[in-house]
């Protein structure tokens, strides 16, 4: 099966500059999570989508990060304006874990976005 | 609040050379805990979820076990290609479906 894409996986911007990154998950996975992971750490989570709802953004900086999830398959994340300790990867992944499917299903991982604010 | 804490952050082992990575945790009931393996530029690959204490589980070399605090990953007999970083990460029981917590990971590096 394919697995999850990301799009793009490098990109380098100035700080108070916007960015927007992308992600089509596995096929058939009902949910949908947006990971920050910073150098020399584990990931951590900053948006889950159940379908094109949102299920948890309590670690999300609102006031200069979005996401949506349209249509229920495919998903943005934007920053606006990006600050210097936004660099960092960001990882979508997606899991069939939600109702009608077991509750630890595993997350499936992409490659993720490598972003450095200059 | 949550806490996974991963020791060492780094091991240097020579190929055939076992070891364990540990995993320490606390969390507000444990709904399962998984280990990841992460390449460098790449995404975080799944290897076991283990659900309760005592439950182990092998992958090759690779030996995942549990107690009520905490998880060890054993690497029996080493080659270069298991170099990599190891992530443990927990879903709390209170958690929305999915939602991992991960440690730091511990970063493995096999020479040959």
């Known amino acids: 099966e394919a697995g999850v894409a990301q799009s793009p996986r490098y990109k380098i911007i100035e700080k108070r500059q916007s960015v927007a990154f992308w992600c089509n998950p596995i096929?058939?996975?009902?949910?949908l999570y947006w990971y920050q992971q910073i150098l020399g750490q584990g990931p951590k989570l900053l948006i889950q989508?159940?379908?094109?709802?949102?299920?948890?953004d309590s670690q999300l900086p609102k006031d200069r990060f979005s996401a949506e999830r349209l249509k229920g398959v495919d998903s943005t994340l934007k920053i606006q304006p990006a600050k210097l300790e936004d660099s960092a990867v960001y990882l979508c992944a997606s899991s069939s874990a939600g109702p009608g499917g077991s509750y630890n299903s595993p997350l499936h991982f992409g490659n993720g976005t490598r972003l450095t604010v200059t | 609040e949550d806490q996974v804490t991963q020791s060492p952050e780094a091991l240097r082992l020579q190929e055939g050379e076992s070891s364990s990575l540990n995993c320490s945790y606390t969390v507000s009931g444990l709904r399962g805990l998984f280990w990841y393996r992460q390449d460098p530029g790449k995404g975080p690959e799944f290897l076991f979820t283990?659900?309760?204490a005592g439950e182990e589980k092998e992958k090759e070399r690779l030996k995942a076990t549990l107690t009520k605090k905490e998880s060890f990953l054993h690497i029996t007999a080493p080659k270069p290609e298991d170099s990599a970083t190891y992530l443990c990460?927990?879903?709390?029981?209170?958690?929305?479906?999915?939602?991992?917590?991960f440690g730091a990971g511990t970063q493995v590096v096999v020479t040959p």
């Open positions: 990460a927990v879903q709390a029981s209170g958690g929305s479906w999915g939602k991992l917590q």
């Open positions: 096929s058939g996975h009902a949910t």
């Open positions: 283990l659900y309760s």
């Open positions: 989508f159940q379908n094109n709802g949102v299920v948890d």
